[in-house]
């Protein structure tokens, strides 16, 4: 019946960017980090973020009514317990890096997004020439924020891939493109035996070495120079690429998956991991939105499915391959040589 409609999901959906931009903003402000050093009024929380009076109770019940503050009943307001792990800066635990690079780059070149599908062309700071990795890796804090940014997107996925994979069969793993080296660093700290690293462009080297210094690994995993299409790719039992393929175009997919296919020893294994869309392209709307994102980041990236992939993996050769869900919209295709 016509009158049992409602437009109500409709405008939730089209002004989801006002709560967004309220958590982004509250994130760049370190307002989190502040109240995970205890609770404070309105007035302190201003002092302290250098807020004007006009909207600052406004923004901070704006995220109290979107579950990422609590407020008491002396009008105190404090982290969730949430919030208080995942982002607050001084913790190891912070999940924010990806939320600050959306809230600096992503957030102002997704309002270009129509124009992105009438041109199919790039809309960030590649549209004037150039690539992604380019215009991010020419200015040192940018590259900072984007390496930390693929951490925090990864660090969930990668604790299940450490779990879950049967890492006792294997002695090596290294992880191409592997920004500052969540996963072997992950992987390494949950298994003992295991030794390997990252690969990934020179000018990401220190901020890999840095990472995995600061977590005591530095005797067992090392990093490894190179450009994924111009030079071979180093060889372990197992190769992992984690967001690396929806970069690319169809054929640079497989030029890469190729790659790997030669440096892995028989039996070895590459695990592809990203935020894959379901088979039927119905349900999983962050891996079809992620591959919107390409659409703004890239030149020809785009998301895929499982089926996709591993139909991928058997044209260069993988002898048997399967498609595990990781957790959240992430999942992982395991190839065997
Ligand atoms: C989207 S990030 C993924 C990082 C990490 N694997 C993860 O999932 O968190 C893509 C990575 O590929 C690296 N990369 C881009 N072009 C490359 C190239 N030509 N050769 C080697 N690495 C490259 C980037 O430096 C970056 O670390």
Same mark, same amino acid.
């Given at each position: 019946m016509p009158n049992q409609l409602s437009p109500e999901k409709i405008a939730q959906l089209g002004l989801s960017f006002w709560g967004s931009k309220t958590l982004l903003s509250a994130i760049e402000l370190g307002l989190f980090t502040e109240l995970a050093k205890g609770p404070l009024d309105t007035a302190e929380i201003r002092r302290r973020l250098a807020l004007h009076e006009r909207s600052a109770r406004d923004f901070l019940d704006a995220l109290v009514a979107l579950g990422m503050l609590e407020r008491d009943e002396q009008q105190r307001y404090r982290n969730t317990p949430e919030t208080d792990l995942f982002l +607050?800066? #001084? *913790?190891? =635990?912070?999940?924010g890096g990806m939320l600050e690079m959306a809230n600096a780059r992503l957030f102002t070149f997704w309002g270009s997004l129509t124009e992105g599908l009438r =041109?199919?062309?790039?809309?960030?700071? #590649? *549209? =004037?020439?150039? +690539?992604l990795f380019d215009a991010i890796y020419s200015d040192p804090d940018r590259l900072e924020c984007f390496l930390e940014g693929m951490t925090g997107i990864s660090l969930g996925a990668v604790a299940v891939i450490a779990e879950k994979f049967p890492w006792q069969n294997y002695k090596t793993v290294i992880d191409i493109g592997c920004a500052q080296g969540a996963l072997p660093v992950k992987v390494a700290l949950t298994h003992p035996h295991l030794t390997g690293g990252g690969y990934d462009l020179p000018v990401v080297q220190p901020a890999f070495e840095k990472y995995v210094a600061s977590h005591g690994l530095t005797q067992r995993l090392k990093f490894y120079c190179g450009s994924f299409f111009t030079d071979p790719l180093p060889t372990a039992d197992v190769l992992v690429m984690g967001h690396i393929l929806h970069d690319w175009n169809l054929e640079e997919k497989k030029v890469l998956l190729r790659k790997a296919y030669d440096a892995l020893p028989a039996n070895g294994a590459l695990i592809v991991y990203e935020a894959l869309i379901d088979d039927e392209r119905r349900t999983n709307a962050f891996g079809l939105l992620m591959s919107l994102n390409m659409l703004i980041e890239t030149r020809g990236g785009f998301d895929y499915t499982g089926a996709d992939c591993q139909s991928w993996m058997a044209e260069v050769g993988f002898r048997e391959t399967r498609v595990e869900h990781l957790c959240g919209p992430d999942s992982m295709v395991i190839g065997i040589k």
């Open positions: +607050d800066r #001084a *913790k190891p =635990t912070y999940a =041109t199919g062309e790039p809309q960030n700071e #590649a *549209k =004037t020439g150039g +690539d």
